[in-house]
C-alpha cells in the first residue's frame, strides 16, 4: 500500500510539472517579442542598455554617476530601490512632450537639477522590470535635455533583487 501511494504520489507531481508548466516554445515567442520592443526603445531613444552586474561593478568601483529611480515615490522607492539612487516619477505610456501632471508636478528643470551640469556624466535609469517603460521616459528625457552618457537598466529593481544585491529602504 505504502509503494502505490508513493507511485500514485510521484505520478501526481510529474503530472503536475508536464500541465503546470508553459511551453517552452511559447514563453521564447514572448521573450522575443520583449527584446524586439526593448530594442526599439533603446534605438529610437538614443540612449544605452546596462545589466545589474555592471552597475554593481560600477557602484564597487566607485563610480560617479546618477541612478535615477522612475517609479512612484510612496507605492515603490520608498520601498525598495537600488543603493544610491534618487527618486523622479515619469509615467508608464511615452511621454513625448513633457507634462507635470505624470512627473509628480515636477518640471524639466528640476530634472536637470536632479540630474546635475556634468552633460557627460554617467546616468543609470531604471524602474520595475524590462516591461516596464518609466525607465524609458527617464532615458529619452536626459537624453533630450543634453545628457550624453545616458544607460537604461532594463531589468530594474526586480533584477537588481533577483540578482541577490542589497536595497535601500526610506527616502
Known amino acids: 500500500m505504502k509503494k502505490v501511494c508513493l507511485a500514485l504520489l510521484a505520478c501526481a507531481v510529474l503530472l503536475a510539472g508536464c500541465l503546470g508548466g508553459e511551453d517552452k516554445f511559447v514563453r521564447e515567442v514572448t521573450k522575443e517579442s520583449e527584446a524586439v520592443k526593448l530594442h526599439g526603445e533603446t534605438v529610437r531613444g538614443g540612449y544605452d542598455l546596462i545589466t545589474v552586474a555592471q552597475l ?13 529611480d522612475t517609479m512612484p515615490l510612496e507605492a515603490s522607492y520608498e520601498k525598495a530601490h537600488v543603493p544610491g539612487a534618487v527618486q523622479f516619477l515619469f509615467p508608464i505610456p511615452d511621454m513625448n512632450a513633457w507634462d507635470t501632471n505624470e512627473t509628480a508636478g515636477k518640471t524639466q528643470e528640476d530634472y536637470v537639477k536632479l540630474l546635475g551640469p556634468d552633460k557627460n556624466k554617467l546616468i543609470v ?10 525607465s524609458h521616459n527617464g532615458a529619452v528625457w536626459a537624453k533630450k535635455l543634453g545628457y550624453t552618457n545616458v544607460k537604461r537598466l532594463p531589468g530594474g529593481i526586480f533584477a537588481w ?11
Do not use: H, N, P, W
Not at 161 to 171: C, I, L
Open 125 to 134: 535609469v531604471y524602474c520595475g522590470f524590462v516591461k516596464c517603460t518609466r
Open 56 to 68: 554593481k561593478d560600477l557602484q564597487d568601483k566607485k563610480t560617479d554617476m546618477v541612478i535615477v
Open 161 to 171: 533583487k533577483g540578482a541577490g544585491y542589497t536595497v535601500e529602504t526610506g527616502s
